[in-house]
């Protein structure tokens, strides 16, 4: 949110909400009159020809998706509501992954619900910023359509596979793959001595696995919603993977002889990432993932490219500096 600028930006649960308030023809019209003065709900009224009670309830589907603003002061005729617009312009952040680039290095953020397939048995769950998705520990509740808008997933049993973009410019060598992502155990409720070995997959190939101590929870996290009990899990630890030609490591401790060559990153236009717990680990501790708002790190699930050019090869020309 911009309010520098008068731009809302709404993304995720908030957005059906607002959508519903603009779908109004007369709360768009009364938006139109707000645009250069404040008024009270009687000049609104008399404005647009309306009976009072239908501009108050109008007002309120705009002032409750935080597009108008009511204040109160005192008026000839006892208590007035003045209404002002608040915001010129809405943007509307569709569920996806988001882009960036940077001198030879490609990021892209992955929201946790964008998953292409999942395996979850119970425990199991998911739940976006507001609210639970479907029902618990019910398998079904991860194809609901609002999994999409998940903050936070978790499993006894399983995986979850992403498909990120393999935006590396054309002619490029992806030299290095990193992903973090914050995330832990899972137990009933919680439990910080519940290890899980946590195993991670880039286009099929085993990259490593990392044991979690245990299910973190008790106390809020930094990004917890009001709403969310404390009693279950709260946050987890955030980890980093990388691949490179010198093989694969966690945290900067080595996993194993995997290098960026296994991957076959040049023969795909999308990157598979599996997250998950083997049938056959040894610590069968499910797992939590967290999206950027919950947990301690307001992050997705990311992942940078590293790349180069070989000699010989021409460096495209971007349009900005072109």
Not at 41 to 56: D, G, K, R
Not at 102 to 111: A, D, F, G, R
Request: proline share 6%; glycine share 10%.
């Amino acid at each position: 949110m911009d309010a520098g600028n008068r731009a809302l930006l709404v993304e995720g649960d908030a957005v059906l909400p607002l959508v519903k308030a603009l779908s109004s023809d007369t709360r768009q019209a009364m938006l139109g009159l707000l645009t250069h003065k404040v008024l009270n709900l009687s000049e609104l009224a008399a404005a647009m020809n309306l009976p009072h009670s239908t501009v108050s309830f109008n007002v309120n589907q705009l002032e409750a998706v935080g597009l108008v603003v009511v204040e109160t002061e005192p008026g000839t005729r006892g208590i007035q509501k003045l209404c002002s617009k608040r915001y010129d312009e809405v943007r509307i952040r569709l569920p996806g992954a988001a882009v960036e680039a940077e001198q030879n290095t490609v990021t892209i953020s992955m929201p946790i619900g964008s998953y292409r397939s999942v395996e979850a048995s119970p425990t199991c769950g998911l739940v976006s910023e507001t609210k639970i998705i479907g029902m618990l520990d019910d398998p079904r509740s991860f194809f609901e359509p609002e999994h999409v808008n998940a903050q936070l997933l978790w499993f006894g049993a399983g995986h979850v596979e992403y498909a990120f973009p393999n935006n590396v410019p054309y002619g490029a060598v992806t030299t290095e793959l990193s992903l973090s992502m914050e995330l832990c155990s899972e137990a009933p409720n919680y439990n910080p001595d519940w290890p899980s070995d946590i195993t991670l997959w880039i286009n099929d190939v085993e990259v490593g696995t990392w044991t979690s101590p245990g299910d973190f929870g008790g106390k809020p996290a930094l990004l917890t919603p009001s709403w969310w009990q404390i009693e279950g899990t709260t946050y987890g630890m955030l980890k980093h993977w990388s691949v490179s030609e010198r093989g694969a490591m966690i945290d900067g401790v080595s996993l194993g002889a995997t290098t960026i060559g296994d991957l076959k990153l040049a023969q795909a236009n999308h990157i598979r990432v599996r997250i998950g717990v083997k049938d056959d680990a040894r610590n069968k501790g499910g797992l939590n993932l967290f999206g950027r708002k919950f947990g301690n790190y307001p992050q997705d699930i990311v992942m940078k490219l590293g790349f180069e050019f070989p000699s010989g090869v021409a460096v495209p020309v971007s349009p900005k500096n072109g």
